[in-house]
Structures are given as structure tokens and as C-alpha cells.
């Protein structure tokens, strides 16, 4: 044992350190925190769509079609702003995650030293507190902790580590302090291997928005080369056209079936979305929490560091009748217990900052408090002392005290009990009979702007759920001065002892106190199975299992390491007032994506249609690859990425790719229609193949603008006095300018032939025939709202 004890306290030498190093013994990540520049490079430029374009651009020039090619600058231009997006978006959330990087109390040459947990190596000693998560395997030296292997293992207990036991890579230390060795470090380690593991198989769960992205970019995929093949084949053999008009239809058809942006759109809307909430001291670990942010409809909080600020002070100590000696005497006994306890939370801190008599009694254990029993205990020679929530210690003699008890707590003042303790503390569930000596009162003041952060998620609709240890009546005082809604409706959690009292009570009741880490993770998961979509927030290992199964996990920087290391988000200025900036984030990436998205799934409609439509009509595709280039600009190209960037804090509802479809089904159908009719007339010569081509583009065009026009009024959450956007109006205005350029001034460009009077006048017709596109998507949008 002595041997153990100068071990732990002396460390390795620096030359030892760097021995380890040389023969790459560190605790390197097996999972580095983002993309390599040259990953990023890589896929944006050799993706399965590149090479499909690729492969038609060489084919146009085989043929000499070389005007044809200009789709071309846009699809480099989309290669090149998703490659400078993620850049610079990697840029700034390396910078970030270096600041939340997790760090260990190492020691080294006999003195500790706070080092980033990576630059650990194996038989470095390390200080494991309250709070921190296991960095690598270990084995303890020296010391007592209480440890929590339920991200590992699924068991819940408290584990106690002494000298000899080893310590697994991914728990965490609930309680107490010990120094170990690490055994295993890197790839070696538990959690390493583990998620090495995790990477041969299937990825995560991914959000709703990325699974409906790739089901259309799958089946578009899929598509295009059977459809173009066949195309060629019946445009040149069976219709008898030459080489060089069958490859332009095909491959206007196939460009047409591809969404190439949507995806760009997607990963650039998110990249910049991370980067605002970078700046904004927000640091993403999971892009996807960015739509679950958004769909959030209820917040998870603790009253502690969300509701309060994160300091607390002493106010009052009242002695009881328990204790026949002194007042003065009785504060020389709690400053003896409070400097046995580690400041490993900010209730004791606040207790060493107002019990600091000088020591007199010398402690023989101590117990560091748990969350789980509600209590801290210190053994001293002659006899055992308890600090913690009067219900759980007082138990059969709570009654007698209840009434002062709640009195304090309606003042929101939390109340915590001293007693003197029969039995041998273990850090279990008090069993023995214990004396009262004292009520020691905290107040926790509300925090600045809490007010307004609360009043915020009650305008969108988000409910707001206070989970905490404390007192329910305390808390609840405490939630009625932050205005949160419903704050009066309250319930004692450890009152509830079933799975179904628990969903009855999540569904009832606004704020919960005296709840048990286990009991906070059965919360959310109550709320989940409610069909609600739970944001968590957390700072405490008492909040680790909750936050992992919350849908969106969010940590505070100043909380514990377990806390930082699971959650998806983490508030790096530990400012819960932050938040309505980062669910505002979260919704206006996801409307804008899923409003931008119809514009491409309107053109893989129509093009996907049309292509199977004229292979059985035998007649010519209207389109050469040139002319869908100016469409495409038009009506998706310019408007979608602009569309992306503007404010949106509507909050979202239904499915993404019911939503979209609903979006551009209407718009998609009014083309093929038109387009249809074209064809009939010039298949029996009322339309000359001069003219052709021309109407199908102005049709196509006009349907595409219109429902831009669509897009411009107004939405729900906008103050706008007018019916509509002037900036979505403005723009689809704008747009029309720059299409009606195209034709009467570039038509030698996009193959585009003038229109006689006769053509104009049936234009007329045409674009009276596509204005019924607004019937169509009334009636679309109707009953797909009623199939929600």
C-alpha cells in the first residue's frame, strides 16, 4: 500500500513521459473530431453524381455539343462552395472543440498538472474528482470513488473504487477522489474498442430530414441510368433522330432526374448554421441535433445553473432541538463536516464558503454526496454525521418538521438537514436512526433574463419541464419567479414508484423535485413514448443518463466532463440564455432546407416523368441541356440558396418529405400537363418542331416562377402588415426579369426561336393554362394537410 501511495503522488518522470510517447503508448482518440482537408476535398469533388455528369460531358463532346456543356460551371460552383463552406466551417469548430476538449489532473516529477486527456500516456497517475469522466483504463491507487458504469455496462449502481480495483474507460466518477494508473490507453482502451467496434457496424440513427435527402437522391440514382439508356435507344433507333440530338436528349433528361444541389444546399444550410452557433459559444458534436433542435417541443431543465445562476449562499442555520449544546458549537461541527467534503459541487462550496471555523475534529471516512440517496456523510472518531434533503434523511421524522420545512421552501429558499447518524455510513441508503441537529438554508438567485428565455419558449410553443433534486415546493417558487407556464402544477418524484405513474405524471405536471438520476431518465423517455420530441439540459453526472436519452442532449461547459462528452451540444459560456438563438438556428435552417428542397424536387418530377412519358409517345424530348441550365438558375439555383440564408423561427411540423412533396408535387404535375398538351399539338403539326422546344422551356419556366410567387406570402410568425414577404417577392420579381432576359436576349444561346404572333398568342393559352397550376396546388396542399 505504501509503495501505491508514493506512486500515486510522484507520477512518472518526464523522461518516462516521453519514452511512452516515442513508442506511441498516448491516449490518442481512435475517432478523430472531424475531417482531414483532404477528406473534405475529396468528397465533395468524387461523388457518385460528378461522376454521372462527367460521363455526359464527355459525351457531348464526342457529339461537338459543346454549348450544351455549361451545366457544367454550375456543377463546379457547387463543388467549389460546399468545399469552402465545410473549410471554413471546420475551421471554426476545431478552434472549438479545442476549447471543450476534455483535460486530466495528471501527475508528473511528484507535481499535478491539468493536461489535455489525448496527451496522456500509459502508467501516467492520474486524479480522478466528482464530475470528471474516465479518460483510459486504470487501476486505483489510492483513494475512494464512486463510480458509474451505466454507459458501458446498462447496470445503474454506484460502484465503489478502492486501491486495487480498476476504473473502465467511459464512466464516470459520481462521488469522491482517487489517484489511478492508466493500463490501457488509445486503442487500447475499453471505450476505444468499443467504438471501434461501433464503426464496423451501421452508422447512427440519422435525423428525418437526411433519411428523406437520401431516399430521393437514392432513387433519382438509381433511376437515371436505365431511363437514359432507354431514352438514347428510342430517340436514335426508334425515332430515327441523329447522334447528336439523341445524346443531347438523353442527357438533358438525366441532368433533369438529378437533384445535384440538394445535398450542397443541405451540407452548406448546416455548416453555416453550425458556424453562427460557434460564434454564438455553441459547439455542435452532432450535426443532426440541428433538426431536432428545431422539432423540439418540449425542454427538459434543472433548476440549478438554467433557472438559477450557478452560485448559491448560505443564509441561515437554525439549530433544532436535537442538538443540546451551543449554536456557536453547532457551526464548529458543520465547518469540522464540510471541510472533510470535497467542493465537488456548488451546495458544498457554498457551505466551506460560509462553515469556516477552524478544524477541530479530524475525520476517519467520508462519503461525498449522491444524487441517488439525496445525502453526504462524514464518520468522525466517536460518532457519524449526515448533510442532505430532509425527506431523505429525517424519513419516519420528516412529519415533525414538514411544516417549517415547507414554510422556507415557499420562500424559495432550499432546505438541507444536519443530523447525527447511528449507523456506519457506506454511502448507501441511510437505514439507521439519526438525531436532528439543524436546518441549514440556501438561497439560489434567478437568473438574469431568465424571465425572457422562458417567456420565449412559451411563445413557440416549446413546454418547459424543471427535473430537480431539491425540494418540489422550493422549486416550484423558484419557476414561478422565471414566469415558466404551469409552474404552481408540482409533484414529489419520489412519490412515484411505476412506470405508469410516471407517463401519467409526465403529461400532468410542469415541475418535478426529489428525482432520482434513474427517475430523470424515465421522464424523458415517458415523454418520448408520448410521441414528444425532448431537449435535455444538463451539467451534473446526475444528468448523464437523462441527456443520453433525450432526442437533443445539451451540456453546460462548466459542468462535469461526463456531461460535455455525451451531449450533442454544449453552451460553452454556460448560458442557458443562449438557447432561443440556438432553437431559432435549428428552425431556420430546417424551413429553409425543407422550402429550398421543393425547388429541386419540382425539376426530378417533371424530368423523371417527362423522361418515361416520351419514351412511350415516341415523340422527341423537348429539351436540350442548355435550355434546363436556364431554368434551373432561375427557378432553382439562385432563388434556393438565398431562400436558405433568410430568418425562419416558424416551428416545424409534420414530415419532411410529405412536406416538400406537398411543396412541388402541385408545381411538378402543372408542368407535365402543359408540357403533355405541347406535345398533342405538335405531334399533329399545330406546333412546328421550331416552336417546340421554346413553349415547353417558357411553360416550364413560368410554373417554376409561380411557385416562387407562392413561396412569397407570408407565414405565421411574420410581422408583416401586407399578405406577403416584399423580400420573397422582390426576389421571384427579380427572377422573372433575369428569365425574360434569357429568352428575348441570349435565345441564340439557349436555342430559343422567336415567337410569330400566332406562337405568341398560343403562349397566351399556355400561360393561362399554367396559372391553373394555383388550383392544382390548392387542392394538393388540402388534402395532403388532411392526410397529416
Known amino acids: 500500500m505504501k509503495n501505491n501511495i508514493n506512486e500515486a503522488h510522484q507520477g512518472l518522470s518526464t523522461e518516462e513521459v516521453e519514452k511512452r510517447i516515442r513508442n506511441k503508448q498516448t491516449n490518442k482518440s481512435v475517432k478523430p473530431p472531424s475531417k482531414s482537408v483532404p477528406e473534405i476535398i475529396f468528397g465533395n469533388i468524387f461523388t457518385y453524381f460528378n461522376l454521372i455528369f462527367a460521363i455526359l460531358a464527355i459525351l457531348l463532346a464526342l457529339v461537338q455539343s459543346y454549348r450544351d456543356m455549361t451545366f457544367l460551371i454550375i456543377i463546379v460552383a457547387n463543388t467549389l462552395i460546399g468545399i469552402v463552406q465545410e473549410l471554413r466551417s471546420k475551421s471554426v469548430l476545431d478552434k472549438m472543440n479545442m476549447l471543450s476538449a476534455p483535460y486530466a489532473l495528471v501527475v508528473r516529477n511528484g507535481e499535478e498538472n491539468l493536461i489535455m486527456a489525448e496527451d496522456l500516456v500509459k502508467d501516467d497517475v492520474v486524479n480522478f474528482n466528482a464530475g470528471d469522466q474516465i479518460c483510459a483504463d486504470a ?24 486501491p486495487g480495483d480498476r476504473l473502465m474507460s467511459g464512466s464516470f466518477v459520481v462521488s469522491g477522489n482517487c489517484y489511478a494508473r492508466l493500463t490501457e490507453v488509445g486503442e487500447e482502451s475499453y471505450i476505444s474498442k ?30 437515371i441510368i436505365p431511363i437514359g439508356l432507354i431514352l438514347f435507344v428510342q430517340q436514335f433507333w426508334l425515332s430515327g433522330l441523329p447522334i447528336k440530338e439523341s445524346v443531347q436528349a438523353m442527357v438533358a433528361a438525366v441532368i433533369g432526374m438529378i437533384p445535384e444541389g440538394l445535398f450542397l444546399l443541405a451540407s452548406v444550410t448546416l455548416a453555416i448554421s453550425a458556424m453562427k452557433l460557434a460564434k454564438n459559444k455553441v459547439l455542435l458534436h452532432e450535426m443532426k441535433s440541428i433538426e431536432t433542435l428545431a422539432r423540439v417541443d418540449v425542454l427538459c431543465v434543472d433548476k440549478t445553473g438554467t433557472i438559477t445562476d450557478t452560485e448559491m449562499k448560505v443564509t441561515e442555520l437554525i439549530q433544532l432541538d436535537g442538538f443540546n449544546k451551543s449554536k456557536d458549537e453547532l457551526k464548529q461541527l458543520i465547518s469540522d463536516f464540510t471541510s472533510a467534503q470535497k467542493a465537488d459541487n456548488i451546495t458544498m462550496q457554498a457551505m466551506k ?99 425572457g428565455t422562458f417567456k420565449y419558449f412559451n411563445e413557440q410553443g416549446v413546454e418547459i419541464k424543471v427535473i430537480s433534486g431539491d425540494n418540489p415546493i422550493t422549486v416550484s417558487e423558484v419557476a414561478k419567479k422565471a414566469k415558466i407556464k404551469n409552474a404552481g402544477k408540482y409533484i ?20 418535478f423535485g426529489r428525482v432520482t438520476p434513474q427517475q430523470k431518465r424515465k421522464f424523458v423517455q415517458a415523454l418520448k413514448k408520448q410521441g414528444r420530441t425532448v431537449a435535455m439540459t444538463g451539467d451534473g453526472v446526475n444528468d448523464v443518463l437523462a441527456l443520453k436519452s433525450s432526442d437533443c442532449s445539451i451540456a453546460m461547459a462548466n459542468g462535469s466532463d461526463a456531461t460535455r462528452n455525451v451531449s450533442q451540444l454544449v453552451l460553452l459560456d454556460s448560458n442557458f440564455n443562449s438557447m432561443p438563438k440556438v432553437v431559432a438556428e435549428g428552425r431556420r435552417s430546417i424551413n429553409n432546407i425543407q422550402r429550398s428542397a421543393s425547388l429541386f424536387l419540382v425539376k426530378t418530377i417533371y424530368s423523371t416523368i417527362l423522361a418515361l412519358m416520351f419514351l412511350f409517345m415516341g415523340s422527341s424530348y423537348p429539351f436540350v441541356p442548355v435550355q434546363l441550365s436556364l431554368i434551373s438558375v432561375v427557378t432553382i439555383g439562385i432563388p434556393s440558396f438565398i431562400l436558405a440564408l433568410e430568418p425562419n423561427n416558424e416551428k416545424i411540423s409534420g414530415h419532411f418529405l410529405k412536406n416538400i412533396i406537398a411543396n412541388s408535387l402541385s408545381t411538378g404535375i402543372a408542368i407535365i400537363l402543359n408540357i403533355f398538351v405541347l406535345t398533342l399539338l405538335h405531334k399533329y403539326n399545330i406546333i412546328s418542331n421550331e416552336y417546340f422546344s421554346t413553349l415547353c422551356i417558357i411553360s416550364t419556366g413560368t410554373c417554376g416562377l409561380l411557385l ?41 444561346w439557349f436555342n430559343i426561336a422567336p415567337l410569330s404572333p400566332i406562337m405568341d398568342l398560343l403562349f397566351r393559352i399556355i400561360l393561362q393554362a399554367a396559372i391553373n397550376f394555383f388550383i392544382i396546388y390548392i387542392v394538393i396542399k388540402k388534402i395532403l394537410t388532411m392526410t397529416k
Not at 414529489?492 to 415541475?511: F, G, N, P, Q, R
Request: hydrophobic share 35%; charged share 30%; net charge negative.
Open 139 to 162: 487501476v486505483v491507487l489510492e483513494g475512494e470513488s464512486y463510480v458509474n458504469e451505466s454507459l458501458l455496462t446498462g447496470e445503474q449502481d454506484e460502484i465503489s473504487k478502492k
Open 353 to 451: 464558503d460560509y462553515f469556516k471555523d477552524k478544524v477541530q475534529l479530524k475525520p476517519v471516512s467520508v462519503s461525498g454526496f449522491s444524487s441517488q440517496y439525496k445525502y453526504s456523510g462524514v464518520q468522525f472518531e466517536n460518532e457519524s454525521y449526515v448533510l442532505g434533503a430532509p425527506e431523505f434523511i429525517l424519513r419516519d421524522m420528516y412529519n415533525q418538521y414538514k411544516e417549517d420545512i415547507e414554510k422556507y421552501s415557499k420562500r424559495g429558499q432550499r432546505v438541507l438537514a444536519f443530523c447525527k447518524y447511528e449507523g456506519i455510513l457506506d454511502g448507501k441508503e441511510l437505514t439507521e436512526k439519526v438525531t436532528p441537529c439543524g436546518l441549514i438554508l440556501i438561497e439560489n438567485p434567478i437568473r438574469e433574463n431568465a424571465v
Open 492 to 511: 414529489d418524484a419520489s412519490k412515484l414508484e411505476t412506470d405508469e405513474e410516471i407517463e401519467d405524471a409526465v403529461a400532468k405536471y410542469t415541475v
Open 194 to 223: 468499443l467504438t471501434i467496434e461501433a464503426k464496423k457496424m451501421r452508422t447512427g440513427e440519422q435525423s428525418e430530414m437526411i433519411r428523406s435527402l437520401n431516399k430521393i437522391v437514392k432513387l433519382a440514382g438509381i433511376a
Open 708 to 748: 416562387l410567387f407562392t413561396l412569397a406570402k407570408k407565414r405565421k410568425n411574420e410581422d408583416s402588415k401586407l399578405p406577403f414577404s416584399i423580400f420573397r417577392l422582390l426576389l421571384a420579381i427579380c427572377l422573372t426579369f433575369i428569365f425574360i432576359f434569357g429568352l428575348k436576349y441570349l435565345d441564340w
